[in-house]
């Protein structure tokens, strides 16, 4: 709990930087009003959601501030002799974070009452606190600004960590695979080697091997009822000549019939045909299994291409950006979220030229647009969730617009949208500076940004330029 203190003296004021511009009166009218506080360390000074209504001076020791609803937040610190709280001219009502004494510490406080008079006793003071008001916003803009690219970072991050997932495991699984067939396929032509095969029948099993061309190659072309009749009469011929009849699946899904085993079958007695036809079993098997590993891998390529285009690596702030690849590259660091129930229609012009642009900021508009798009069709039960992207070449600009099927925004708040800080999405989720990067970004490409909106119907049109102006 807080403690009384030693009262402030206009003398103690005198000392410190911030109130030594001021004359004798101002400091003895600014002691007189000051009301002195002391905390011990660890002690909480502000709490978040409280009503804003103190200017504050820290006299001794320091106070840490930070947002604990915002685990990306920064702390921000202020040591003696700084100001905080409300300070003139200052719109604040709410106090945004909670302040934490740090060791002992002494503060001043004034109630926000007093500084319409503060300003014309102590204009000095209230010159620097102008300054300190407009660096404050400058700071936590900052901050909030790098929250919000955390936030979007660590979503994407874990759609990618998801989207890796599966094709890696895939590759791990048939890699372990893989090495058990070829394990199983040595130890059948150890075996074989151990007989005297005939050479035409060693030359028919190098036929029938070389015939396996692809992966179900045997069944891509047949219903479930046509490769049920084939392996039961391919088991009915194996069970005949007293060879494994469960090896009949395998056989047809590489494409082997009767008619091509029978030739083989004539030349060896059952045991030497049976580790013939296993070889076989296990080639096909390799086969898939290392065109299963390609797909995998190849997919992972994607995803690591797909990131390195989305970031812009090796290229330089401004150069010439194909508008349209960029939007799907983004669109698929969002495939984890658009594949659960939303429809993406591409409405591309198809013949859009380059446009001067730092391709990696482009990329932000778009991931702060869909991300809004998908968040705002979440937040209703019921109803169709279709992301619509149209871009068209005018005459002057590229247009892009992203039109979403949400419940839309409200009348009274639609013109706040791209305020700071402005959220209407629940504490955690949103820093309320996501539209606000958007529509700067867009300005600094010397573009500009509409926003239309209904009920099942919101539409964001970016308008960019063919050509910048020079500055």
């Not at 009915?236 to 009849?245: A, K, M, S, V």
Request: contains cysteine; glycine residues 6%; aromatic residues 6%.
């Amino acid at each position: 709990m807080p403690t009384d203190c030693d009262r402030l003296t206009a003398d103690e004021l005198a000392k410190m930087p911030l109130f030594a511009d001021d004359d004798r009166a101002a400091l003895e009218w600014l002691a007189d009003k000051f009301t002195v506080y002391c905390f011990e360390s660890g002690e909480i000074i502000i709490r978040e959601g409280s009503p804003a209504k103190d200017f504050i001076v820290i006299l001794e020791g320091e106070v840490h501030f930070r947002r604990p609803s915002d685990p990306y937040a920064a702390v921000f610190v202020r040591t003696a002799g700084q100001p905080t709280g409300v300070l003139p001219f200052s719109r604040i009502k709410v106090v945004g974070g909670r302040g934490t004494a740090v060791g002992r510490t002494r503060i001043a406080l004034m109630p926000a009452t007093e500084l319409r008079e503060l300003v014309y006793r102590a204009p000095n003071l209230a010159q620097k606190l102008v300054g300190e008001m407009t660096d404050r916003t400058r700071e936590m803009a900052r901050s909030e600004e790098r929250s919000a690219k955390m936030l979007a970072l660590g979503k994407l991050s874990a759609g990618l960590a998801h989207e890796l997932n599966n094709p890696a495991s895939a590759v791990l699984r048939s890699a372990m695979l893989l090495r058990e067939a070829q394990n199983n396929r040595r130890r059948e032509a150890i075996t074989l080697r151990s007989h005297v095969i005939p050479p035409e029948a060693q030359s028919r099993l190098f036929k029938l091997s070389d015939a396996i061309s692809d992966c179900e190659m045997g069944t891509e072309k047949l219903d479930a009822l046509q490769r049920a009749d084939l392996e039961s009469d391919l088991a009915d011929w194996l069970r005949e000549r007293n060879l494994p009849e469960e090896l009949a699946g395998d056989l047809v899904d590489a494409g082997i019939r009767t008619e091509h085993l029978e030739p083989f079958a004539k030349l060896l007695p059952p045991e030497q045909s049976e580790h013939g036809l296993r070889i076989l079993v296990y080639d096909h098997q390799i086969l898939c299994l290392t065109r299963e590993i390609e797909e995998a891998s190849r997919r992972i390529s994607d995803l690591v291409q797909a990131v390195k285009a989305y970031s812009y690596m090796d290229k330089t702030p401004i150069s010439e950006v194909d508008v349209e690849p960029g939007i799907d590259v983004t669109l698929r660091m969002f495939q984890h979220q658009l594949k659960h129930g939303f429809t993406v229609k591409r409405e591309f012009a198809g013949n859009l030229p380059k446009i001067p642009a730092n391709g990696s900021e482009l990329n932000q508009i778009w991931t702060n647009l869909i991300d809004n798009a998908i968040a705002a069709m979440n937040s209703q039960a019921n109803g169709d969730k279709i992301l619509t992207i149209r871009t068209v070449l005018e005459p002057d600009d590229v247009l892009v617009e992203f039109t979403d099927t949400g419940p839309g925004i409200p009348q009274e708040i639609r013109g706040r949208v791209f305020e700071p800080f402005f959220t209407t999405k629940p504490v955690g989720e949103g820093t309320g500076l996501g539209l606000d990067i958007v529509q700067r970004i867009v300005h600094t490409h010397q573009g500009n940004i509409q926003v239309n909106s209904r009920p099942g119907h919101t539409s964001f049109q970016v308008r960019l330029p063919l050509a910048r102006q020079q500055s």
